[in-house]
DNA sequence: AAATACTATTGGAACGATCTAAATCATAAA
DNA sequence: TTTATGATTTAGATCGTTCCAATAGTATTT
């Protein structure tokens, strides 16, 4: 049997309270008698009871972390810095990959619940329904949304893809580009919407037609599939691809090749997300970096701050995008 | 405050003894009683309060998940296997991300404890010494090594790299190389340590030359600066290179594709991991299939196995690997 | 009718910590 | 010597559940 509290005390000759103090590093206790308790905890080797504690306190100490899709690198990385944060502040998570189903993810939510958790990270799951994060934030579960806004009663952090989308267009239609087509969109979440919109906002505000829109998973397989559409009638192929994400625009730069085509010579591409790979491809691949680890920070520290002091209205934090200019777009090739 | 059994009790009238054998769908409760409680619980809101009742029993239904690296592709498919077998078994891991750091292993480590997980599954850092799992053991945690084995006192869960090696190095021979290196190895780990040796193995065996080993970091950027020193002087360049992992190889196509050499056609490329970013890549990459996802799957099912049965010697499931021929290796070009 | 067996139910003590309020102790002041 | 003061220490209740042993209640057997 591990020793517990009373084990301590007995063996230290002092109460179990006194312990308890030595454990919670109060300056009531007087030195002598912290030291003669540290070394009993140590001879005993003692470890921490937490669980026992919480019961207790009203705290744990322990968010949810519900994703998804951890196999995405870029909710990988959001993963990451999540960690990281919640590491600085001591705390721990559990982590639940939905794989986009809602129910898995109802599933997994109804289980932290029971463990407890002081709060929940969410980057909810295509098809999630205002309703779950309304229902956590009635419980009085605090709740950080992150990059999909399904409700409006929890906070939220994301990037701003509208800005992004913006940049991304500007970007191309400087270089010369006029059909601009747009690869994405098929997921029904709001950051999909969010670019869809301001795709559709932006091109004719410099007096060009919006593009062919193309719904397609944003994965490298969608991405390549899409290309087959786009450019199968030569004469109204696009000459630039904005895609929903990295994953997306390698796998259009993927079918680009396969076509005979030259990204960045015979169709300019940009991505969303600045993963790792992007980078390390040929040609590298200009995005729209969206700093995912950065967006996990803030979402581990907001929620915390929020489990603090629970009051309040929601808040947003909205991170700027930055455009990323690498090879894969190049001017508009003259026909 | 959210309702307790206590408080269930009193609104269906019976005593905290029967909610509890109802939660616990025990057979002792009359089929009435148990109606009666259910529509208590429904009404009033309850949620199980699992930390409380661990307190009772001896399992906290809980696991700490130890990564040394989250954001590699590898890995994550990894967790993503240890989500779906812990899901299906009812239990919630607590995650922690090393980023390969020793130190942040062991404070995560020691937090996990403090949380009363009842194993750990453990991808160690690298530079993890066998006293960490030893020390877990001693201490009744059970522990499932994945992928790299640091200590003989825990289960180990992994792939047969040498046999992986093996795979890679037969088929390249087949092909007709003669020249073939090894880029990777830089790591001191255990998988790392079997593919080196594998790969000295194999190559006398067929009356070749143990061709150049470059170590390097397994990751893109490692893999694209090992081929600046191994096709620095042409005439000795290897036709063939073995690459510790995919990321490793992707680097080192683009390495090649740098150089006006086409991965392929001018050298042979081949990864270990099977990360589906090699199959979506031009050319696609031949690879030696690992499963990072099945053995996630092995890995928490061996786990939870062990916690139920702590007794009996380690054990260690060794899956065995594929090759996987995709476009990244054709025939030993001609001079 | 009494004894037996079985079914349902329950009070109260755990589990391992914290918290509150009160007790103890030394020391200084009256 | 007594009292007040401040510094330490502690007994005992508490958190929300499960477990044990005991208790009713009902049906079956003798």
Chains 1, 2 share one sequence.
Not at 180 to 209: K, N, Y
Request: hydrophobic letters at 45%; aromatic letters at 4%; one cysteine or more.
């Amino acid at each position: 049997m591990r020793p517990t509290v009373k084990d301590i005390a007995r063996h230290a000759g002092v109460s179990a309270a006194t312990v308890s103090l030595v454990l919670r590093n109060s300056p009531l206790v007087a030195a002598a008698t912290r030291a003669g308790v540290q070394t009993s905890m140590d001879s005993l080797g003692y470890v921490y009871h937490r669980a026992a504690a919480n019961l207790r306190m009203r705290l744990t100490h322990t968010v949810g972390l519900v994703i998804c899709e951890i196999t995405n690198p870029f909710y990988a990385e959001l993963a990451a810095g999540i960690d990281d944060a919640l590491d600085q502040a001591g705390w721990v998570a559990f982590v639940a990959n939905t794989a986009e189903s809602p129910t898995r993810q109802s599933r997994f939510i109804a289980r932290m619940r029971e463990h407890r958790v002081d709060g929940i990270l969410l980057a909810p799951a295509e098809g999630t329904s205002a309703e779950v994060v309304d229902e956590l934030s009635r419980n009085g579960i605090p709740v950080v949304q992150m990059l999909r806004r399904v409700g409006r009663s929890a906070d939220y952090v994301s990037a701003d893809f509208r800005l992004g989308m913006t940049l991304a267009a500007e970007h191309l239609i400087r270089l010369g580009h006029q059909r601009i087509a747009f690869v994405g969109g098929a997921r029904r979440v709001s950051p999909a919407r969010d670019r869809t919109e301001a795709f559709r906002a932006i091109l004719p505000r410099f007096g060009l037609p919006v593009g062919p829109i193309v719904n397609c998973l944003p994965t490298r397989e969608g991405g390549a599939a899409a290309v087959g559409q786009l450019f199968r009638d030569k004469s109204s192929a696009p000459t630039a691809v904005v895609c929903h994400n990295d994953l997306c625009a390698l796998g259009v730069m993927l079918g680009l090749a396969d076509l005979g085509l030259v990204p960045g010579r015979d169709a300019a591409v940009v991505g969303f997300d600045n993963i790792p790979e992007g980078a390390m491809h040929r040609p590298a691949l200009t995005t729209v970096a969206i700093g995912g680890r950065q967006i996990g920070e803030e979402g581990a520290r907001l929620l915390l701050r929020r489990i603090k002091s629970p009051e309040g209205p929601p808040e947003s934090i909205i991170l700027p995008p930055k455009l990323v200019v690498r090879e894969s777009c190049g001017p508009r090739p003259s026909i």
